[in-house]
């Protein structure tokens, strides 16, 4: 079901006509790729909010004053897409018809296609909360958004974060940059329990802590009530808060409802096979929206990360111009930059049953290192500070290398990455 692909029809006689759902990072650069593989080919490509496509990615930076909205917007020249023939359509996809290979808008419009990519990306989730729908209780995730946070996230307002994943950490350093007294709540055990282990969750938390954030683990707020102007909130340990404004970053789901109805197979996002194709022939899924193979562990994963969406967007849109291409599997590789300090955490980073750790621990030089094996293989790691050695670990758990005897010398001294990826006959890429 799987390996289908296209039927030739599409390119034997006819001009293509490709529809792509969603103008994020992933729409964007899959349209770009099919013009370049296609240069007859239609292509539309929809989005629903009301910008040029822009990147969430920038909002941070647009949040700090480094840029302006148009700083965000993916493609700076106005007509770039016009020059391209990418024909751009403001609107809301309500449903996919496989059979009679069209997409229905919320508008009444319909479009024919001969080859869809879904690239809608995801949508932050809202915790079921009482109050939550109160006024300033705010999500962090378009422009608009981000327009309601400049207009209340001031110097001296009172505000708190639930969630500190890795999204809600880089949040958190464009909130912190306003000038706020800030307060974050995480509900699991540590900071980025997601992709750090204990000692780095800690260690995060330890620095936020001396950079101003008060921050609170293993807690949840467990009510909203409106008090005025401001908000009060509950915790679950029976702390209350008043803040002037609540953000919530408690994570994001993909965006497929529209899909309900359709052939296309969905678990927690779209299901893809390593061509980006769905469930049903000549229909992909990139980015966000997109559940791809782990590289590593062979398991399913919606890796929600702008690289990621990128890289499968190309894939797909090759693809769907009929040059056959695949995604080797997705990485899970993640480096974060709170409030100043450089983390990040690759592949297995918890470790393996049946294998070894490394460990590396300097508490008063925020350094930590804790390299994970599985046989003569590094499989993932964590690391704060070492920064110098981030490329190194990719290599070496992406390249899947077999470290032989370096694997011990790893063990007794983690610091010697590189040399280990030297001997191994590689050059060293940081
Ligand atoms: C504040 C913030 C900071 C981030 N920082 C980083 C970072 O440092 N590094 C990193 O790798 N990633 C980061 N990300 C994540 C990154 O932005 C996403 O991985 C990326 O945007 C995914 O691109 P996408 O094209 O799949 O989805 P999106 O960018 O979400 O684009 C999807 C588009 O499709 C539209 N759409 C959805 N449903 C429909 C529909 N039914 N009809 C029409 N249009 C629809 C959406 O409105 C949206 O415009 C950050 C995200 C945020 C919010």
Redesign the pocket.
Known sequence: MFRQRPPARVWASEVASHVI????????VAAETLRRADPQAEITL????AEP?Y???A??YLLIGKIGEAGTYLRKDADHFERLRIRLVH????ALATDARTVC?VDGRVLAYDCALI?????PVRPPIPGIDSANVLT???LADARAIAATVTPGARVLQMGAGF?GC??ME?LAARGPRLTVVEMGDRMVPRMMDEVAGAMIRRWCEEKGVSVRTGRRVVAIVAAGEALLLTLDDGETIEVDVLITATGVKP?ID?LAGSDVTVAAGVIVDDAMQTSVAGVYA????AEAVEFGTGRRVVN??????VEQ?RIAALNMAGQPATVPGTFVFNVLDTLGLISASFGQWQGVAGGETAQLLDEAEYRYLRLAFAGDQLVGANSIGHTEHIGVLRGLIQGRVRLGEWKARLLANPLQLSEAYLARGLAVAH
């Open positions: 759902i969603g103008n994020g990072p992933a729409g964007v929809i989005g629903d909010e496509p990147s969430r990615m909002i941070p609107g809301r996809v309500k808008l690239a809608t990306g995801a949508h962090c995730w378009t999204i880089i949040i464009s965006n529209f990139a980015g966000d929206v929600a990360i702008q690289p990621d969406a967007a």
